[in-house]
T-cell receptor, first 116, second 114 residues
Framework: AQSVTQLDSQVPVFEEAPVELRCNYS??????LFWYVQYPNQGLQLLLK??????LVESINGFEAEFNKSQTSFHLRKPSVHISDTAEYFC??????????????FGQGTTLQVKP | KAGVTQTPRYLIKTRGQQVTLSCSPI?????VSWYQQTPGQGLQFLFE???????NKGNFPGRFSGRQFSNSRSEMNVSTLELGDSALYLC?????????????FGPGTRLTVT
């Protein structure tokens, strides 16, 4: 079985400051990793994903995440946040190479609050 | 392409009633998954359908059921509603079998049980 722990439930940060949202996972098999973002009253949007290859993955809006297999982590970072980044962020995993790839296991979410 | 659509967006039901929620995936997507989102339990997987077959099922009671049609549209049904079923129900579709490329979520149906 897999589990995901997002270490911070809320992260307040000032605009233009850097931010890191932490995610650790537990799994007995290799997994694919994802970050999703949810704006108020909306569904989830895929932010970025790690499937294989380079451990650093980037999104089109300036976020990046680094897969660390030894620490079983997939932390999300942005060097300079904007007010519009205020949202809830979810880390998720799914086991590789099985019929479970349509089943995402989510962390509890981290609310990013960007202050002016 | 149009995104994932879910109907209705909001629903109020009474305990004991049943409800059916609908999800239309992105055109060409054959996998549809359903999730329940609540403040206490977070996001929990309900089930996944691919080519009209249920491939995976989460740990929910049998009151929760679903199906997928030949055009990939999916419905989920909850019978004998309980207060604890109040939640945002999210549907997600993906192009491959499962969600290797990532699942694309609809806006959700907010169900309130009174």
């Amino acid at each position: 079985a897999q589990s995901v722990t997002q270490l911070d439930s809320q992260v307040p940060v000032f605009e233009e400051a850097p931010v890191e949202l932490r995610c650790n996972y537990s799994s007995s098999v290799s997994v694919y990793l994802f970050w999703y973002v949810q704006y108020p009253n909306q569904g989830l949007q895929l932010l970025l994903k790690y499937l294989s290859g380079s451990t650093l993955v980037e999104s089109i809006n300036g976020f990046e995440a680094e897969f660390n297999k030894s620490q079983t982590s997939f932390h999300l970072r942005k060097p300079s946040v904007h007010i519009s980044d205020t949202a809830e962020y979810f880390c998720a995993v799914t086991p590789q190479g099985s019929s479970n790839t349509g089943k995402l296991i989510f962390g509890q979410g981290t609310t990013l609050q960007v202050k002016p | 392409k149009a995104g994932v659509t879910q109907t209705p967006r909001y629903l109020i039901k009474t305990r004991g009633q049943q409800v059916t929620l609908s999800c239309s995936p992105i055109s060409g997507h054959r996998s549809v998954s359903w999730y329940q989102q609540t403040p206490g339990q977070g996001l929990q997987f309900l089930f996944e359908y691919f080519s009209e077959t249920q491939r995976n099922k989460g740990n929910f009671p049998g009151r929760f059921s679903g199906r997928q049609f030949s055009n990939s549209r999916s419905e989920m049904n909850v019978s004998t509603l309980e207060l604890g079923d109040s939640a945002l129900y999210l549907c997600a579709s993906s192009s491959g079998q499962g969600g290797i490329r990532g699942q694309y979520f609809g806006p959700g149906t907010r169900l309130t049980v009174t």
